[in-house]
């Protein structure tokens, strides 16, 4: 399938809204189809002569890999679930010490656990506030430690009194990354490009990275900001800011609430992970199963219209396709994140952190599969519902919001079914 192919399946939704925006609510044909025998939403039927992505149990591992693939995945999980020690290089500041102790509810999913993001906005410039330790707290650390350097206390770092931002960040489940990994730069950013010229008021801004292998400029799409481009940059940014391990691309410690100085006396000075350690953690989130769609019922098929029709699709892109991957299950597949992995004007729901070119009203659209295994929503999970997330957007998500309200109760209703069904 050629990219235009590609774009046109992933677009039909955003298509299907242009020609419905100017339609009043009261007007929105949300009636199932008569009969449907397809296990997605509309914008699915398109896909028939398309290579779709198996979904799978959560938790579980990809369809169709080999047997290598599966010897990889096992080692991946085993290297989630292993708890690093200080004498392993964990700290001397982190938040956790392992993957699974925020992505296990269910295995790469979240348990809603919070993390904190400070900084100090002057004259509407964004300082992380670095030489103070941001902008990301690590709220645990190792303690007392003796060495040759002498003893010394590692405490957990705190919001300093010159922070006039602080936010809260939910850790992001981990299900079918490898799927949107192995989604072509060309992809987004003409995705990009339509949504400017199809829905200008809600178009996204590709995030342009660094990946830091090359050194080349690519398009982020993992983390709330979409501040890394891959799934290994990922891996080895999670590494170095969640558990304190130094390892290839990220070889120089976080200074304790900004003291350098401190790092006199960390007990193992050496970069910690030789890359072995963020290469079996990938290995593991890029072969984990896309989540599998609950059941299809005509309330769910309706909500999937409704979707569409009050504008959600416009960021939430039902629909994207994989480009060449060496992992067969990944190459050339269409998928339903229902998310264009781009950043959005969120409004007063940004966080206002900056990082890269995502400002603090920026914010990477949240995919919606496996929405149903979340225990919280939105980027600092102050909703605990569904419904009561769409009603916190803000800023581009606003026109959509506002429909969502004016919904009857029925619509409203569908809608709800159909986001618990994927």
């Given at each position: 399938?050629?990219?235009?192919?590609?774009?046109?399946?992933?677009?039909?939704?955003?298509?299907?809204?242009?020609?419905?925006?100017?339609?009043?609510?009261?007007?929105?044909?949300?009636?199932?189809?008569?009969?449907?025998?397809?296990?997605?939403?509309?914008?699915?039927?398109?896909?028939?002569?398309?290579?779709?992505?198996?979904?799978?149990?959560?938790?579980?591992?990809?369809?169709?890999?080999?047997?290598?693939?599966?010897?990889?995945?096992?080692?991946?999980?085993?290297?989630?679930?292993?708890?690093?020690?200080?004498?392993?290089?964990?700290?001397?500041?982190?938040?956790?010490?392992?993957?699974?102790?925020?992505?296990?509810?269910?295995?790469?999913?979240?348990?809603?656990?919070?993390?904190?993001?400070?900084?100090?906005?002057?004259?509407?410039?964004?300082?992380?506030?670095?030489?103070?330790?941001?902008?990301?707290i690590q709220d645990h650390a190792i303690g007392l430690v003796h060495t040759s350097a002498g003893d010394f206390t590692y405490v957990p770092e705190v919001v300093p009194p010159s922070a006039n931002v602080a936010a809260l960040r939910i850790t992001t489940p981990l299900f079918g990354l490898g799927l949107v990994d192995a989604v072509p730069d060309a992809e987004l950013l003409q995705l990009a490009r339509l949504e400017a010229r199809l829905a200008p008021s809600t178009q996204g801004t590709?995030?342009?990275?660094?990946?830091?292998?090359?050194?080349?400029?690519?398009?982020?799409?993992?983390?709330?900001?979409?501040?890394?481009?891959?799934?290994?940059?990922?891996?080895?940014?999670?590494?170095?800011?969640?558990?304190?391990?130094?390892?290839?691309?990220?070889?120089?410690?976080?200074?304790?609430?900004?003291?350098?100085?401190?790092?006199?006396?960390?007990?193992?000075?050496?970069?910690?992970?030789?890359?072995?350690?963020?290469?079996?953690?990938?290995?593991?989130?890029?072969?984990?199963?896309?989540?599998?769609?609950?059941?299809?019922?005509?309330?769910?098929?309706?909500?999937?219209?409704?979707?569409?029709?009050?504008?959600?699709?416009?960021?939430?892109?039902?629909?994207?396709?994989?480009?060449?991957?060496?992992?067969?299950?990944?190459?050339?597949?269409?998928?339903?994140?229902?998310?264009?992995?781009?950043?959005?004007?969120?409004?007063?729901?940004?966080?206002?952190?900056?990082?890269?070119?995502?400002?603090?009203?920026?914010?990477?659209?949240?995919?919606?599969?496996?929405?149903?295994?979340?225990?919280?929503?939105?980027?600092?999970?102050?909703?605990?519902?569904?419904?009561?997330?769409?009603?916190?957007?803000?800023?581009?998500?606003?026109?959509?919001?506002?429909?969502?309200?004016?919904?009857?109760?029925?619509?409203?209703?569908?809608?709800?079914?159909?986001?618990?069904?994927?």
């Amino acid at each position: 399938m050629s990219p235009r192919q590609s774009l046109a399946v992933s677009f039909f939704s955003l298509c299907f809204l242009v020609a419905g925006c100017e339609t009043s609510n009261s007007n929105l044909n949300t009636s199932p189809p008569t009969s449907s025998s397809s296990d997605e939403i509309m914008p699915a039927d398109l896909t028939t002569n398309m290579a779709l992505a198996t979904a799978a149990a959560l938790g579980a591992p990809l369809h169709g890999l080999t047997a290598d693939e599966q010897a990889r995945f096992a080692a991946g999980v085993a290297e989630f679930e292993d708890a690093e020690e200080p004498d392993e290089g964990l700290g001397p500041v982190f938040n956790e010490a392992s993957c699974s102790s925020c992505h296990a509810a269910p295995l790469g999913g979240t348990t809603g656990r919070a993390e904190t993001r400070f900084g100090r906005v002057s004259n509407g410039i964004f300082d992380p506030l670095a030489n103070l330790g941001g902008s990301l707290i690590q709220d645990h650390a190792i303690g007392l430690v003796h060495t040759s350097a002498g003893d010394f206390t590692y405490v957990p770092e705190v919001v300093p009194p010159s922070a006039n931002v602080a936010a809260l960040r939910i850790t992001t489940p981990l299900f079918g990354l490898g799927l949107v990994d192995a989604v072509p730069d060309a992809e987004l950013l003409q995705l990009a490009r339509l949504e400017a010229r199809l829905a200008p008021s809600t178009q996204g801004t590709p995030s342009m990275t660094t990946e830091i292998l090359t050194g080349k400029t690519r398009v982020g799409r993992f983390g709330w900001k979409a501040q890394n481009p891959t799934l290994h940059q990922f891996a080895g940014d999670a590494y170095l800011n969640e558990m304190g391990i130094t390892n290839p691309e990220f070889p120089n410690e976080n200074c304790p609430q900004g003291n350098c100085a401190s790092l006199a006396f960390n007990p193992l000075s050496a970069v910690n992970d030789t890359g072995d350690g963020v290469t079996a953690f990938t290995d593991f989130m890029s072969m984990l199963g896309p989540p599998r769609r609950g059941a299809i019922t005509r309330t769910t098929i309706a909500g999937g219209a409704v979707f569409v029709g009050i504008g959600c699709a416009n960021c939430h892109t039902p629909i994207l396709t994989t480009g060449d991957s060496p992992i067969a299950a990944l190459s050339h597949k269409a998928f339903q994140p229902f998310s264009d992995f781009l950043l959005h004007d969120m409004g007063s729901l940004g966080d206002g952190i900056t990082q890269g070119n995502a400002t603090g009203r920026l914010m990477r659209t949240a995919p919606l599969w496996g929405l149903s295994s979340r225990p919280v929503y939105l980027h600092d999970g102050r909703a605990s519902t569904p419904s009561q997330a769409i009603l916190a957007h803000a800023g581009q998500g606003q026109r959509a919001r506002d429909r969502y309200a004016a919904l009857r109760p029925g619509e409203q209703a569908a809608l709800l079914a159909f986001l618990k069904s994927l």
